[in-house]
Structure formats: C-alpha cells, structure tokens
C-alpha cells in the first residue's frame, strides 16, 4: 500500500476559508472586506456563496487528475513521507488532467524543483506608470502558456506552476514550501528543471482577490463602484474565447465557471 501512495502525486490545497460559513471579517484585509460588501450590495448572489461555488467546481476538476490524491495543508504537513511530486495550490486554480503524467517526464531525476509555463484565464494586473496605480486587462478571448521561448517567463515560480519532487523535502518541510515566495527562494539553492508543458491555469475570474481589490483600487463612490462590478461580471459571462490546443482540456472548466457567474447577474 505505501509503495502505491509512493507512486501518485499529492496536490494539497492551502488553507483557505470555509466559504459556506465566513464572515467578511474572516478575509485577509480591509480591501477586499470593503470589495465583497460592495458585491453583495450589488448582486443577490453574496461573494461567499460565489467563492463556495468556485471552490467546489475547482476541487471537482481536481478529483478528475489520475494518480493523484487530494490532501488538506494541515493533513498533509504531517505526513512523514512525501508522494513522488508534491503540488500545492489555492482553492480555485485549475491543472492539467494527465498531469503526473508529464511530471514523470522530467529528464532530471536529481531536480528538487519543476516549474512549467502557466495560463491565465480571466483577467490579469497591469501596472500604471503612476506609482500606486493598476488596471485589470481583459484576457478573456483565449487562454496561451506564457511564452515557451522565454526562459525569464519560464522560469518564474508563481502560485500554482511548479512541483517539488522527493529530494525537496531532504532539505525543506512542507510548511517552508507552503508560500510560492519561499520556493522561489528555495529555488536558489536547490536544483530546478524546466518542463515545456503548459500543465496549468491561473483562474482570475471576478471574484478573486487580485481582480476584485485592483478594480477598486481608487475607492469609487457606490454608484460607479457598483457599476464597474456589474461591467466586469457581464463582460466575463459574455466574452468569447479561443483555447490554444495546449488548453483544450479547460473547455468544461471554463463553461462551469461561467455560469457559476451568470447567475450572479439574475
């Protein structure tokens, strides 16, 4: 039985909230607390019952990967042997279905560290030339991996695009691995290999904390505020989008979430 456990990735989910039963009070900070009022003043489906939904449309898709089993951070820190690839991710980001697949492919058995090109779908932060300031660019008409040719884009770890093999943990515990901020600093000091395969997506759909808190950003009055939420929720519902053959496994995954917010608008 060990021996098969041995043999599977494990992607486990950090912690997160309990969407069903959160409080804004439970949110990280006071801007995306101020955003999610503003969203249930705006639409009868409340922020927690959206983000419930993607959590759960999320997990489902998770449950589908072959030779992977699906473990809580808190459950999953106290193993004392960890899987052939351990991947770690938020609640609402999607991965490839044969994904352990092409993990296994890796040509470097010593790598402690595998990261491969992301896709983003939805939409993603653009930074102003004026300090402070953002805007959100619409990204909705197809979902690319970021550019194969390009080793910088390639080789940064974000949240959801790497995996760490066996020989990591000789080195790190789970907890270390917890944050992508302290991978990519463990990256400096551990061996990292480089897929080609586009294995996942970034999930900016309109009721995440980076849209949500960017589109807000210079505190509109309420009328303006909510209309930019009722904008961005009826371009993501009503946008086309082309995948890119490498993303054709997201059809479904796109279509659920889709609808998931055009009920928000009823």
């Not at 990735?9 to 101020?34: E, F, M, P, Q």
């Not at 560290?113 to 909705?140: A, K």
Request: charged share 25%; aromatic share 10%.
């Amino acid at each position: 039985m060990f021996s098969f456990f041995r043999k599977k990735g494990t992607i486990v989910i950090r912690d997160t909230l309990d969407w069903h039963n959160a409080t804004l009070d439970d949110l990280r900070d006071d801007k995306i607390r101020s955003a999610a009022a503003l969203w249930d003043r705006t639409f009868k489906m409340t922020f927690m019952k959206c983000r419930a939904l993607i959590k759960n449309q999320a997990q489902g898709f998770l449950r589908d990967i072959t030779d992977t089993n699906i473990v809580p951070f808190q459950i999953a820190k106290a193993k004392k042997r960890p899987s052939l690839f351990t991947l770690i991710c938020d609640d609402d980001d999607w991965y490839h279905p044969q994904l352990i697949s092409y993990l296994k492919k890796r040509s470097d058995d010593d790598a402690a560290i595998l990261v491969w090109p992301d896709g983003i779908y939805g939409y993603r932060v653009r930074r102003n030339r004026v300090p402070g300031q953002s805007f959100l660019e619409e990204h909705l008409k197809g979902v690319r991996a970021r550019p194969l040719s390009d080793e910088t884009a390639l080789s940064i770890i974000k949240t959801n695009n790497f995996a760490l093999a066996e020989v990591f943990f000789d080195h790190y515990s789970l907890s270390d691995a917890h944050s992508h901020g302290h991978v990519i600093h463990a990256s400096s000091k551990v061996k990292v290999e480089k897929l080609p395969f586009p294995l996942s997506i970034a999930n900016r759909h309109p009721c995440s904390y980076t849209v949500l808190t960017n589109l807000l950003i210079d505190n509109p009055p309420e009328q303006e505020g909510r209309e930019r939420l009722q904008a961005l929720v009826q371009d993501y519902v009503r946008s086309s989008y082309h995948l890119q053959p490498e993303f054709e496994w997201a059809v479904s995954h796109i279509a659920q979430v889709k609808e998931i917010f055009s009920h928000a608008l009823t």
